[in-house]
């Protein structure tokens, strides 16, 4: 708005305070502009994607997910989910729900999400049974098995407020207990910001997390301290920023539905996590030619591609295709009846290199 507009819809005596004030704004504006790509009310700035926002759950009923979401689980099966080594899981499917089972161990996503909005509804065993960390105890987890957003039976069982349902277990109580009885659906829908860390490792800003229980604010924007972890405070320790999703086997059957995400960072490349034993066959050395070799190891969950004496970390597009985030450096494996081999692709050259053992 300019002065000149403001004379003639400003009565004068207003106009040099109003006028400094909106000099100063300016001024702000200029300092902390929201893009200096774009001019304010650009008409060439792209418009916004259109998406179908779905529909809502009912207490009855899962509710139907925006229209860019990847669906985890849609109450038809598991094929989205792994034990965490990769290996099939033994929760078990109900009627549009899977359900814990008590010693089966945790289960997390094959795909790996960083940033994202996330979309789960749970639902605690009834009639209720145990009491405090043992009525009802599930959990959400970002960053695989690092960051805890409790599940727990809240209605009416009293435990330490930081360990309660919509905490980050062990940091940060729910703002507020919004928890339904056991045995309804309930939803949680988690903000999550991934942490980023620099070349050496060095924590560049924390875990972040804002989170809405059956629609109510419970935490907003907080920021984790590190890993979760009982009776001490973990350090933050470096890891790639998209990660599986993982939900705890606390022993309690807690059931689940209607899960989905929204990736916000980077949607542009998926990357998987795969099963140890899948990546156990890529592990070895391979020949590029006479006295050249190139070596495949496993680190945790992930390949490791040491060529000329320089090591790539590898993240997966798909089962058989890796590729490195320093360099633009491609693998794909090609395993076959009569060849076990990697193209291994760089600059403006591929090669193929056959496995030795
Ligand atoms: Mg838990």
Not at 6 to 13: A, E, G, I, W, Y
Not at 17 to 25: E, F, I, K, Q, V
Request: charged share 20%; glycine share 10%.
């Amino acid at each position: 708005m300019r002065p000149d507009f403001l004379s003639r819809v400003c009565p004068s005596p207003l106009l040099p305070t109003l006028t400094a004030a909106l000099s100063l704004g300016v001024s702000a504006l200029a300092l902390d502009h929201p893009d200096p790509r774009w001019l304010d009310h650009d008409r060439r700035r792209p418009q916004p994607p259109v998406v179908d926002p779905g529909t809502p759950s009912t207490l009855e009923q899962a509710g139907r997910p925006p229209s860019d979401a990847v669906v985890l689980f849609d109450g038809k099966d598991l094929s989205q989910w792994a034990s965490m080594d990769g290996s099939p899981t033994k929760w078990i499917m109900g009627n549009g729900y899977m359900e814990c089972v008590r010693g089966s161990g945790y289960i997390r996503t094959l795909r790996n999400f960083g940033d994202c909005q996330l979309h789960v509804e749970w639902a605690t065993p009834v009639p209720a049974q145990g009491e405090g960390q043992g009525r009802g105890n599930s959990g959400v987890f970002f960053g695989f098995d690092r960051y805890e957003i409790q599940v727990l039976d809240s209605y009416q069982n009293t435990t330490y407020a930081d360990g309660s349902a919509g905490s980050i277990y062990g940091q940060y109580p729910p703002l507020v207990n919004v928890c339904r009885p056991p045995g309804r659906w309930q939803t949680y829908d988690i903000l999550y910001t991934a942490p980023r860390f620099d070349s050496a490792g060095k924590l560049l800003t924390p875990a972040r997390f804002t989170i809405f229980q059956n629609g109510v604010l419970i935490q907003n924007n907080v920021a984790a301290t590190g890993p979760t972890s009982w009776l001490e405070r973990a350090p933050y320790e470096p890891h790639p920023e998209k990660q599986p999703i993982a939900l705890q086997d606390h022993g309690n059957p807690v059931r689940f539905r209607n899960i989905w995400v929204r990736e916000l960072g980077h949607p542009e490349r998926k990357e998987f996590t795969w099963a140890n034993a899948l990546l156990d066959t890529y592990v070895g050395t391979y020949e590029r030619g006479p006295g050249d070799n190139v070596e495949v190891t496993r680190h945790g969950s992930q390949l490791v591609l040491n060529m000329g004496g320089v090591r790539f970390t590898l993240f997966a597009e798909s089962q058989t295709h890796f590729f490195a985030k320093t360099t633009d450096v491609q693998c794909e494996f090609q395993f076959s009846e009569s060849e076990k081999a990697v193209v291994i692709s760089v600059g403006e050259g591929g090669m193929k290199a056959k496995k030795l053992r």
